[in-house]
């Protein structure tokens, strides 16, 4: 698995809601200026699917990305099973001073890992920018 993480200096609450609201998915679930988040649709239930629309901005290039949440425990972990059946896990865990985000990922094997480190570390600072926006 490759792992990354972030500390977000602000409080669990506000996290949380930003990482599981559409709305808040939408501006800031992707790696660079040239993309966006067109469309994210979520059911946070174990059990339940999610799938975020990815789209270069100048329409040249759009996919989906989406799973199964095969745990939520609300405010602590979510855990992942992409349709490609690779597993993801989230942990949100409340830090001096903020809150820390870790992700764990299992690699596909189409790009080298530190590529899709370095671009799920993109997504993940941008998340963080995002939420320290909101205070």
Known sequence: MIQIETT????????WKCWTTPEHICNWNFAGDDWHCPAAE?????G???????AARDASFQFDFGGTYTLVSNHER??????DGRKWN?????????VKVTEAFDPENENPEDMQ?????MILDRFKNYVESKN
Request: without cysteine.
């Open 8 to 15: 977000i200096h602000t409080n669990l609450e506000l996290v």
């Open 48 to 54: 339940g699917k999610f799938t975020f629309t990815m």
């Open 78 to 83: 979510i855990e992942v099973l992409l349709e």
């Open 42 to 46: 979520l059911d946070l239930v174990e």
């Open 90 to 98: 989230t942990i949100f865990e409340e830090v001096e001073g903020g």
């Open 117 to 121: 480190r370095m671009g799920w570390q």
